[in-house]
């Protein structure tokens, strides 16, 4: 489930065995790290080190180059989403940040794992927070959108949307994209804390948006993607899968790379949602693939990992 990240030519991905794996650009193993539980959060590489969580609820820092643990922290609840970071006050310490299902966000000092401060949210938080301005912005399944301020961990204009919200919030300028569990993709105003549009039916959304130029694309549980006008929500196209799409979009130039749970790795014309080329892995892919301009890569259920050519 975990989704991989390329870095200086080094794919990092993280697996249900309960290991994070470094494998190098044409798949040899460099170095494996046994966290001790499943892990099922994208990394996040920053500063050659690999900050991911695990199900036990622990955050490891991890060194890129040798995956040696540089430190650790334990939550009481799952690490489901990626952490994020972020700038502090001075402008120069790194912090981390990441939702538990203990209901607290994190905010941790990137160099040592130090508690900078911690956030009380009303239920599990399963996705990865964004960064607006001085806010990380995150959905809770208390049905919340947070806007929390990344100094002082203090909440800055939250709003009650009612459902769940599992995944990740997509930003472009003032504007927030995300689904909710019941099927309804919003389009929110930061600035005046205000639904700008909304869609309903859209079925379960665990997938993060991605957007490029008016477009934003996401992915549903209804087995289908869709792509919205973001200045007011009207449907430019829709494309139906064979079974559930929980990894996020990818756009790359005029494609839309998506996985699927039917197996399936597809690109998808950009402005019309027509399939220009697929391929069959077989086996459920629930992470986002990791595209750079010399390859796509993605793990799959069957415990592999594959990459395709530029």
Not at 90 to 109: A, P, V
Not at 128 to 156: E, P, Q, R
Not at 169 to 193: E, P, Q, T, W
Not at 267 to 291: M, N, Q, R
Request: aromatic content about 12%; some cysteine.
């Amino acid at each position: 489930k975990s989704s991989p990240v390329i870095s200086n030519n080094t794919i990092f991905v993280g697996s249900d065995d309960g290991f994070l794996y470094a494998l190098t650009s044409t798949g040899t193993l460099k170095w494996k790290f046994n966290a001790g539980s499943s892990i099922e959060a994208p990394p996040l590489v920053l500063d050659n080190v690999v900050f991911v969580g695990s199900l036990e609820g622990i955050l490891f820092a991890v060194d890129a180059n040798t995956g040696k643990q540089k430190w650790k922290y334990t939550t009481e609840g799952q690490i489901s989403g990626s952490c994020n970071w972020t700038y502090g006050p001075d402008g120069k310490q790194k912090r981390i940040f990441f939702g538990s299902y203990d209901y607290f966000f994190y905010c941790l000092d990137a160099a040592n794992g130090k508690l900078l401060w911690k956030y009380e949210s009303g239920n599990y938080i399963n996705g990865a927070a964004s960064v607006y301005g001085k806010n990380a912005v995150f959905g809770g399944c208390d049905g919340i959108l947070h806007v929390v301020n990344t100094d002082k961990g203090k909440a800055s204009g939250n709003i009650d949307l009612g459902t769940y919200i599992p995944a990740s919030a997509a930003i472009s300028g003032d504007l927030a994209f995300f689904g909710n569990y019941d099927g309804v993709f919003y389009c929110m105003d930061l600035k005046v804390k205000k639904v700008k549009w909304k869609t309903e039916g859209g079925g379960p959304f665990l997938a993060s948006p991605a957007i490029s130029g008016n477009r934003v694309i996401t992915g549903s549980q209804k087995k289908t993607v869709y792509c919205y006008d973001i200045r007011n929500g009207k449907l430019l196209w829709s494309f139906k899968a064979l079974n559930k799409v929980d990894a996020s979009p990818v756009i790359t130039g005029n494609s839309v790379i998506i996985a699927s749970s039917d197996g399936r790795l597809r690109f998808l014309d950009i402005t019309k949602g027509t399939e220009t080329w697929k391929y069959e892995v077989g086996s459920a892919i629930i992470g986002t693939p990791a595209v750079t301009s010399k390859m796509i890569v993605v793990g799959a259920g069957d415990g592999k990992v594959y990459a395709f050519g530029k």
